[in-house]
């Protein structure tokens, strides 16, 4: 008999024991030379307030080309907690959440944006939540902060779209999270290599707390999220968790079987009537109506061929610049 995920049997600490537990904070960057010298001394800070035995904070760069790195490692002189896992290359966030878990010894692991708008102030509270037996808690937005019309429109419609396609809720859940060890682990051992991490974290469904708090502006700089890039990142969560978009080639073909009836049934009665009928005017809208309803299914189909050829290549979704990088692989690889 199959066990829930929460029956599981794990290594993680026991709330009653006097033992406190060790916490890791997972931040990942990509050109964040303008902030991170405000935000990891004051995640830091927070940190040692915590009523924790030790904690570390694990800072994967994503290939920045700024002084990302060099700031970092300039940091670690004077936090000795702070460790560096440093990509060959830019390989995505979803990338570089996916190896800072990995590398994460905490019994607990908070996964939150280097850019000040998930807020420090948050950890105690989100720890609180995890004593009391939540294997994740999940920092929503209760408001979204300065965004264009077009912006909120669109996570409107994404946010539509996965609930109704895909039937799990991820409405204003952000990247910022804690997860239990066990959550963690089951997380690391998933073989995909194309992740949306928000996405998977709530499709595990383990016992989960929900806070909210309002996004406050960027410290500094712009954030290096593009429409494109967005616009991928919800493709991928899709395409991620359901095969329903592939049944929208039914529907077309019932919708085109349903336009073929009537403009059908309108020529056979011009016919009959004894009307002049050229057919130029049906037959151009019919081969419109095919060509776009045959491109749209190639579409979806190329959409999920697209994944089937990333995950059939199985290359390691991120390479890690050892050199640059100040943590013991070898002895930190679970």
């Known amino acids: 008999m199959n066990s829930s995920p929460d029956n599981i049997m794990t290594h993680n600490i026991n709330i009653s024991d006097a033992k406190k537990p060790f916490l890791s904070v997972v931040v990942p960057l990509y050109n964040e030379e303008e902030t991170i010298t405000d935000t990891l001394p004051a995640i830091h800070k927070q940190c040692s307030a915590l009523d924790v035995s030790d904690f570390e904070i694990v ?6 080309s700024d002084a990302t790195l060099d700031i970092l ?5 004077y936090h000795n907690q702070i460790r560096i ?3 060959n290359r830019n390989f995505g966030k979803e990338a570089a959440i996916h190896a800072g878990l990995v590398y994460a010894k ?18 105690p509270k989100m720890i609180k939540h995890w004593e009391e037996g939540a294997k994740v808690v999940v920092a929503c937005k209760a408001v979204r902060g300065q965004e264009s019309i077009i912006s909120k429109f669109s996570a409107f419609a994404f946010y539509w779209l996965f609930k109704n396609l895909t039937k799990l809720d991820i409405e204003n859940i952000s990247d910022f999270m804690l997860l239990d060890r066990v959550v963690v682990d089951h997380y690391c051992q998933l073989p995909e290599r194309r992740r949306f991490f928000r996405g998977m974290i709530i499709w595990m469904g383990f016992t989960t707390a929900k806070i909210y708090f309002e996004v406050p502006p960027r410290v500094s700089g712009n954030s290096s999220w593009s429409k494109v890039a967005l616009f991928k990142l919800g493709s991928t969560a899709i395409s991620s968790f359901t095969s329903s978009p592939l049944h929208l080639i039914s529907i077309l073909a019932v919708v085109y079987f349903a336009c073929t009836l009537i403009f059908g049934g309108i020529a056979l009665f011009d016919k009959l009537s004894g009307r002049a009928v050229t057919g130029f005017t049906t037959v151009i809208i019919l081969i ?3 060509g776009t309803f045959i491109m749209f299914g190639l579409g979806q189909l ?20 050892t050199s640059k990088s100040t943590i013991d692989f070898n002895q930190d690889l679970k």
Do not use: W
Not at 59 to 64: E, L, M, P, V, Y
Not at 302 to 321: A, D, S
């Open 59 to 64: 800072a994967i760069d994503d290939g920045s």
């Open 73 to 77: 490692h300039n940091l670690c002189k």
């Open 85 to 87: 896992i440093a990509f």
């Open 106 to 123: 905490g019994d607990a692991v908070i996964v939150m944006d280097g850019d000040g708008q998930h807020p420090e102030q948050l950890l």
């Open 288 to 290: 419109l109506m095919t």
């Open 302 to 321: 190329g959409l999920y061929i697209e994944r089937m050829y990333e995950e059939l290549k199985n290359r390691p979704p991120y390479f890690i610049n």
